[in-house]
């Protein structure tokens, strides 16, 4: 098994570049390591900022309940994988949009953004929209650590369709999931797909992308695509497509 990964806040600018160093992992991250994982000496884990910057150490010994002495190696950065996907998920409802942000994040998803489109039963207002955010990202920073990732998917502030659209005009290549055979979409699994730059890619509402946000995407240069035969839950139907399209740009190779 991969060895468990820890968060480090800073990281590495108080941290030995060139390795060999002792480092002490306390507060949440090293009660987790001890108190919970309970790490002893001569295992591995890997210390990260969750944007690329990481590295191996060795467990010297645990002290009390939220100390882990660390022989660590040298800083390594990841670099970005390309082309980089972002999913704009439509807000779920309940705890769903967790879910979204969990799965996509063990697939491999580089961004996330939120949005409010037109048919959410979800709306993010005030203290409450904010707290739902903090939820996504701890999500995703929770989930990153869980699939043993040093680079975590940025999850952006909740969008409006007209900012989705802007992001779209910019992307190499622009999505949306569209499951009305009627309209026109064509399958995702056969798309042309750029081997660099950026997929962008709209996962609407339970209740479907409305034909006004339909038109404001394609005049910003998006498509309609769709998955399969089966329509799939907006909560789901996000990570489904980063799976593909991770698969068929050769990321999961």
């Given at each position: 098994?991969?060895?468990?990964?820890?968060?480090?806040?800073?990281?590495?600018?108080?941290?030995?570049?060139?390795?060999?160093?002792?480092?002490?992992?306390?507060?949440?991250?090293?009660?987790?390591?001890?108190?919970?994982?309970?790490?002893?000496?001569?295992?591995?884990?890997?210390?990260?900022?969750?944007?690329?910057?990481?590295?191996?150490?060795?467990?010297?010994?645990?002290?009390?309940?939220?100390?882990?002495?660390?022989?660590?190696?040298?800083?390594?950065?990841?670099?970005?994988?390309?082309?980089?996907?972002?999913?704009?998920?439509?807000?779920?409802?309940?705890?769903?949009?967790?879910?979204?942000?969990?799965?996509?994040?063990?697939?491999?998803?580089?961004?996330?953004?939120?949005?409010?489109?037109?048919?959410?039963?979800?709306?993010?207002?005030?203290?409450?929209?904010?707290?739902?955010?903090?939820?996504?990202?701890?999500?995703?920073?929770?989930?990153?650590?869980?699939?043993?990732?040093?680079?975590?998917?940025?999850?952006?502030?909740?969008?409006?369709?007209?900012?989705?659209?802007?992001?779209?005009?910019?992307?190499?290549?622009?999505?949306?999931?569209?499951?009305?055979?009627?309209?026109?979409?064509?399958?995702?699994?056969?798309?042309?797909?750029?081997?660099?730059?950026?997929?962008?890619?709209?996962?609407?509402?339970?209740?479907?992308?409305?034909?006004?946000?339909?038109?404001?995407?394609e005049e910003a240069g998006a498509k309609a695509y769709r998955l399969g035969a089966?329509?799939?839950?907006?909560?789901?139907?996000?990570?489904?497509?980063?799976?593909?399209?991770?698969?068929?740009?050769?990321?999961?190779?």
């Open positions: 098994m991969t060895a468990p990964v820890f968060v480090v806040e800073g990281f590495p600018a108080h941290l030995p570049a060139a390795g060999g160093g002792q480092y002490v992992l306390d507060g949440a991250e090293g009660r987790h390591a001890v108190s919970v994982k309970r790490m002893r000496a001569g295992e591995t884990v890997v210390l990260t900022d969750g944007a690329g910057r990481w590295a191996e150490g060795e467990v010297v010994a645990a002290e009390g309940k939220d100390q882990l002495v660390l022989r660590l190696g040298a800083v390594v950065e990841e670099a970005p994988q390309s082309p980089r996907i972002t999913v704009v998920q439509a807000l779920p409802k309940g705890d769903r949009g967790e879910l979204a942000v969990e799965t996509m994040t063990e697939t491999g998803v580089d961004a996330i953004v939120p949005w409010a489109a037109s048919r959410c039963v979800t709306q993010w207002r005030g203290d409450r929209g904010l707290k739902a955010l903090a939820k996504w990202r701890a999500t995703a920073r929770e989930a990153g650590k869980q699939s043993r990732r040093v680079r975590f998917p940025e999850v952006a502030d909740a969008a409006s369709s007209k900012q989705v659209a802007a992001l779209l005009a910019k992307a190499d290549f622009a999505a949306v999931l569209h499951e009305d055979r009627d309209y026109g979409s064509a399958a995702l699994a056969t798309a042309e797909l750029p081997a660099t730059g950026e997929i962008v890619l709209v996962v609407g509402p339970e209740g479907g992308v409305s034909p006004e946000e339909l038109t404001l995407f089966s329509v799939l839950r907006t909560s789901t139907a996000g990570t489904a497509a980063t799976a593909l399209l991770l698969g068929r740009t050769g990321r999961w190779s």
